[in-house]
């Protein structure tokens, strides 16, 4: 029998699964099959840094020091007895004495191309026993197709995009959304805009996340608008706001767009417009009676257009504004006696 080992470990590996697979077809009188083939499975970790070092030990043993072993993966024979058959320089044997007689492939590296099924085929003088292992290599999520930052006009149709590998086959979140490798939203609004965080997910190693900013183009829309009442020679302030993307430019008229006030060319008269994103501030320094009315201020981008008009009235001063009310408190007072002296006099 330890012969025929030998010759054994000279056929071609075709030859040799044949050989393997008569033994694991074996019958014994009771028509059984034989006991003596072991089966397992091997689950290993594929490393998320590719510098690290994975060992993935396939454990394998002899029945004892005259028995002889070989591995295979497949139809290929990695090793036979000591011989190395293989070419690649991640497999060895972790071979030990004593009770057990381990004869173990390992594997250095580990990667998903290992995955499957290797044989240790046992050969002694008593009976031959291969063991089946299945190895399982197991992958960690990776992103590695992703949508480009988007920019689109509100209404419109979106779809994007987020491909994964990883063993087990990662489940891909998208934000609130469990949407697979296609996020499609139908007639988008502003209020979806922001920015789509896709995650990979499976049970090995931590999610891999990668992120795509959807920006969503809308027309002007005025959604505030102020000004307080002003003395004359005193300074007033009209501000407008407006939501819009990408941000307005603005615009302010007086009176129904008779006058057009631009800004920076009215400084020297006192008067001086500044814009930052979505706000826009008029301000006029001095106040004339010819600058109350009302003002109408227009924001304005690639996407359309809205205006929204606010009065600017005249405000007493404070020193009139008391003397006026003195006067009434005067008058109350004094009202009787100034009736009574209209009598007597018409007496």
């Known amino acids: 029998m330890i012969h025929a080992l030998f010759l054994l470990f000279s056929l071609e590996a075709n030859q040799v699964l044949k050989q393997l697979w008569r033994v694991e077809s074996r019958r014994d009188d009771s028509g059984s099959r034989n006991k003596s083939i072991l089966s397992e499975q091997l689950e290993c970790n594929k490393a998320e840094n590719s510098h690290l070092t994975v060992l993935c030990p396939c454990r394998c043993y002899l029945l004892d020091g005259i028995s002889k072993g070989a591995w295979l993966n497949r139809s290929s024979i990695i090793f036979a007895g000591k011989d190395k058959w293989s070419v690649d320089p991640r497999v060895s044997i ?19 191309s290992d995955d499957g099924q290797y044989t240790c085929s046992i050969q002694s003088e008593r009976n031959p026993r ?55 939203i139908t007639g988008i609004t502003r209020d979806q805009a922001g920015d789509y965080e896709c995650s ?93 009315g009302n003002y109408t201020c227009v924001a304005s981008n690639k996407l359309g257009t809205a205006n929204a008009s606010v009065p600017l009235i005249r405000k007493c001063s404070p020193a009139a504004a008391g003397s ?16 009574l002296q209209d009598f007597l006099l018409e007496g």
Not at 98 to 109: A, F, M, N
Not at 252 to 263: F, G
Request: charged share 20%.
């Open 130 to 184: 291969p063991k089946l292992l299945n190895l399982i290599v197991k992958v960690p999520p990776k992103i590695y197709d992703i949508s480009s930052n988007i920019t689109v006009n509100e209404g419109s149709n979106v779809s994007l995009i987020c491909t994964a590998s990883g063993k087990p086959e990662p489940t891909l979140r998208e934000g609130k959304y469990d949407s697979g490798e296609y996020l499609n």
């Open 324 to 339: 006026t009310w003195r006067f009434w408190v005067w008058l109350r007072r004094m009202w009787p006696h100034i009736l």
């Open 94 to 112: 972790v071979s030990s004495v004593g009770d057990k007689h381990e004869y173990s492939l390992q594997i250095q590296r580990v990667d998903v």
């Open 200 to 292: 990979a997910l499976n049970d090995i190693a931590s999610p891999d996340t990668k992120t795509v900013k959807v920006t969503v183009n809308f027309a002007p829309s005025i959604h505030e608008t102020k000004s307080h009442g002003v003395g004359l020679g005193r300074t007033a302030l009209l501000r407008c706001e407006a939501a819009a993307v990408p941000w307005p430019t603005f615009e302010w008229y007086k009176d129904l767009k008779s006058k057009h006030l631009k800004s920076g060319t009215l400084s020297g008269q006192g008067i001086e417009i500044k814009n930052l994103n979505t706000r826009s501030v008029l301000t006029m320094t001095n106040m004339t009676e010819d600058r109350y």
